[in-house]
């Protein structure tokens, strides 16, 4: 398989690792992704009152993260076009005021300037269209509120960029295979080997209307947070 999928395909590919993402992700990261969620939601800058969307939102972790720092004082709404993602985070957010909808993050069925922060985890790297999922990101956004990236990356120095090799290209896929999905989990390393670096995606945000752009990569550089403002 290689790294570039239909949509249908990603789709249908989420749909059937829905039941293993949330035990892969805890496995691939020893747990550290929780915490790299927490810094995307900080990064969001979200004030009391606020409207916060999580775009790809699978299991929902992020929105979960998002609605924590609100504690009831806001709205977070989450999209993701995986049926069977959308339900369990549903089951797993139950007594969190979140509101998971089905939709497509190339166009969002939300109005100009609706949210004050739009989130997206380990999405991005999954869009047919990368610029067509910021620029969406940026429109629901009103001026001033963030547009916040989490996103794994490919190190470019080594050792880090040995160990990266290692891991992503071997024990991932087998991981995969020992969990019953091997195409899903050599999809992955190839989706992040295509994605832009660090610095090509601030330019593509830039692109796509965000000014005041900052990243910052962590894990070794294995992680990039990445956000902007929306003009
Ligand atoms: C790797 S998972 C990330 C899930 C979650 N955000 C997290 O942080 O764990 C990628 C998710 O993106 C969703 N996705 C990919 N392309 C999408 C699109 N165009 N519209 C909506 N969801 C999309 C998939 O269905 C999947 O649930």
Redesign the pocket.
């Known amino acids: 398989m290689t790294g570039t999928l239909e949509?249908t395909q990603?789709?249908a590919m989420?749909d059937r690792i829905a039941g293993l993402?949330d035990r892969m992700?805890t496995v691939m990261t020893a747990g550290l992704?929780h915490q790299w969620?927490r810094r995307a939601v900080e990064l969001a800058q979200l004030g009391p009152g606020a409207r916060a969307l999580?775009?790809?939102?699978?299991?929902?972790?992020?929105a979960i993260a998002l609605a924590d720092r609100l504690r009831g004082d806001g709205e977070v709404v989450a999209?993701?076009?995986?049926e069977r993602?959308l339900e369990l985070a549903r089951a797993k957010a139950d007594s969190l005021p979140i509101r998971f909808e089905s939709?497509?993050?190339?166009a969002l069925p939300f109005a100009d300037d609706e949210f004050d922060a739009a989130t997206?985890?380990?999405?991005a790297r999954?869009?047919?269209d990368l610029d067509q999922?910021l620029r969406e990101m940026v429109r629901v956004v009103r001026p001033g509120g963030r547009v916040v990236v989490?996103e794994i990356t490919t190190p470019r120095r080594a050792p880090l960029s040995r160990f990266f090799g290692l891991w992503f290209d071997h024990l991932v896929p087998a991981l995969g295979r020992a969990a019953g999905d091997a195409q899903a989990y050599s999809y992955l390393p190839s989706s992040v080997r295509r994605f832009p670096s660090a610095d090509e995606l601030a330019a593509v945000m830039w692109r796509c209307g965000l000014v005041e752009i900052r990243y910052w990569l962590t894990a070794g550089g294995i992680i990039a947070l990445h956000v902007g403002v929306a003009r």
Request: proline share 0%.
């Open positions: 949509e990603v789709r989420f993402y992700n992704h969620r999580d775009v790809a939102t699978g299991t929902g972790d992020l999209v993701d076009f995986s993602m939709a497509n993050a190339l997206v985890g380990f999405g999954n869009f047919s999922g989490l």
